[in-house]
């Protein structure tokens, strides 16, 4: 047995286990750890199915973003678990949890039943897709998919993230309304998360425009260079140097809105050149496309950071 093959049972006994433990947890914030830890290991899977795209997403979607949302989540429910006041749910009992485990192990057990012992290929359209690539001037498959081919699909993505920004922001208090989220500029008293917040931030911003730039025609692209730019505005509100902007300034509703616009306007004038919504002229596709991702990239950075700051808790 070669090291390789030693290295993905591993990682797959990780997973499991890992996966196991999560729904064990007791309390919330230990749940939520783990959870970030499973969405690293599930990043390092994809990189051993060569799925770059998806394992880069996972790692700074799924397991950095959302990550930092359910922490926020978990110490605001700190509190309430530490009370356990007298009418509060009680925890599902013993026999309960067994039969959801039974019956989430069968579940998997036929998804890779599915997948191991299929009789022939699996239907694709890859080839298809590969095909029609040099028209749009995108080397990466993912983008050329994900911006082209399902376009539509993309665009009710980032609207998804806008409406979920505002339901985050009707959560507040009538006379917070227009005002700053989180609470007040925590003091810096960190020196090692002060020293991050000082020197990651520009190489954060470089790194999340050549995630950009290189995703035409590498594993990259608008989500992935968003959550960088993202963690780094969070990582210096983390350690006390700014505060999230008020909600009511133009320029941060420009920012969050921009991004579905800009996507919208070029989808229409598919109407007027080529031949349809979100369809994309041969000889300039690709300006096109990378002007699009670069403003999405801006929206998405905005979004997921006032997703994690959360509702405004301080008067305009």
């Given at each position: 047995?070669?090291?390789?093959?030693?290295?993905?049972?591993?990682?797959?006994?990780?997973?499991?286990?890992?996966?196991?433990?999560?729904?064990?947890?007791?309390?919330?914030?230990?749940?939520?750890?783990?959870?970030?830890?499973?969405?690293?290991?599930?990043?390092?899977?994809?990189?051993?199915?060569?799925?770059?795209?998806?394992?880069?997403?996972?790692?700074?979607?799924?397991?950095?973003?959302?990550?930092?949302?359910?922490?926020?989540?978990?110490?605001?429910?700190?509190?309430?678990?530490?009370?356990?006041?007298?009418?509060?749910?009680?925890?599902?009992?013993?026999?309960?949890?067994?039969?959801?485990?039974?019956?989430?192990?069968?579940?998997?057990?036929?998804?890779?039943?599915?997948?191991?012992?299929?009789?022939?290929?699996?239907?694709?359209?890859?080839?298809?897709?590969?095909?029609?690539?040099?028209?749009?001037?995108?080397?990466?498959?993912?983008?050329?998919?994900?911006?082209?081919?399902?376009?539509?699909?993309?665009?009710?993505?980032?609207?998804?993230?806008?409406?979920?920004?505002?339901?985050?922001?009707?959560?507040?208090?009538?006379?917070?309304?227009?005002?700053?989220?989180?609470?007040?500029?925590?003091?810096?008293?960190?020196?090692?998360?002060?020293?991050?917040?000082?020197?990651?931030?520009?190489?954060?911003?470089?790194?999340?425009?050549?995630?950009?730039?290189?995703?035409?025609?590498?594993?990259?692209?608008?989500?992935?260079?968003?959550?960088?730019?993202?963690?780094?505005?969070?990582?210096?509100?983390?350690?006390?140097?700014?505060?999230?902007?008020?909600?009511?300034?133009?320029?941060?509703?420009?920012?969050?809105?921009?991004?579905?616009?800009?996507?919208?306007?070029?989808?229409?004038?598919?109407?007027?050149?080529?031949?349809?919504?979100?369809?994309?002229?041969?000889s300039i596709a690709k300006p096109l496309i990378i002007a699009v991702e670069s403003v999405l990239t801006l929206s998405i950075a905005v979004i997921l950071g006032l997703l994690v700051a959360g509702p405004p808790e301080q008067e305009p």
């Amino acid at each position: 047995m070669s090291l390789a093959v030693l290295a993905d049972a591993a990682l797959v006994l990780l997973v499991l286990g890992l996966a196991l433990w999560i729904n064990a947890a007791s309390r919330a914030f230990p749940a939520v750890v783990g959870y970030v830890a499973f969405g690293l290991l599930l990043a390092l899977a994809w990189l051993r199915l060569s799925a770059g795209d998806v394992a880069m997403t996972e790692a700074a979607v799924g397991s950095g973003v959302t990550g930092a949302v359910l922490i926020a989540a978990s110490v605001r429910l700190r509190a309430a678990e530490t009370e356990a006041p007298p009418l509060a749910a009680a925890p599902p009992a013993l026999p309960l949890r067994l039969l959801a485990l039974l019956l989430s192990g069968l579940v998997t057990a036929a998804l890779a039943g599915l997948v191991l012992w299929t009789t022939g290929p699996a239907p694709s359209l890859a080839d298809q897709a590969v095909q029609h690539l040099p028209g749009l001037g995108m080397g990466n498959a993912v983008t050329g998919v994900l911006i082209a081919y399902r376009a539509l699909d993309t665009l009710l993505e980032k609207v998804v993230l806008l409406l979920a920004l505002m339901g985050i922001w009707s959560l507040a208090k009538d006379r917070y309304w227009g005002g700053i989220p989180g609470p007040s500029r925590i003091q810096p008293t960190n020196g090692a998360l002060i020293l991050l917040a000082r020197l990651l931030p520009p190489i954060g911003i470089v790194v999340a425009v050549y995630i950009l730039w290189v995703g035409a025609a590498e594993p990259g692209g608008a989500f992935q260079g968003g959550a960088i730019l993202a963690a780094m505005w969070l990582l210096v509100m983390l350690a006390g140097l700014r505060d999230a902007p008020a909600i009511s300034r133009p320029w941060v509703r420009l920012c969050v809105t921009v991004g579905p616009a800009a996507f919208i306007a070029v989808g229409l004038t598919g109407f007027a050149l080529p031949n349809g919504f979100l369809s994309y002229p041969d000889s300039i596709a690709k300006p096109l496309i990378i002007a699009v991702e670069s403003v999405l990239t801006l929206s998405i950075a905005v979004i997921l950071g006032l997703l994690v700051a959360g509702p405004p808790e301080q008067e305009p």
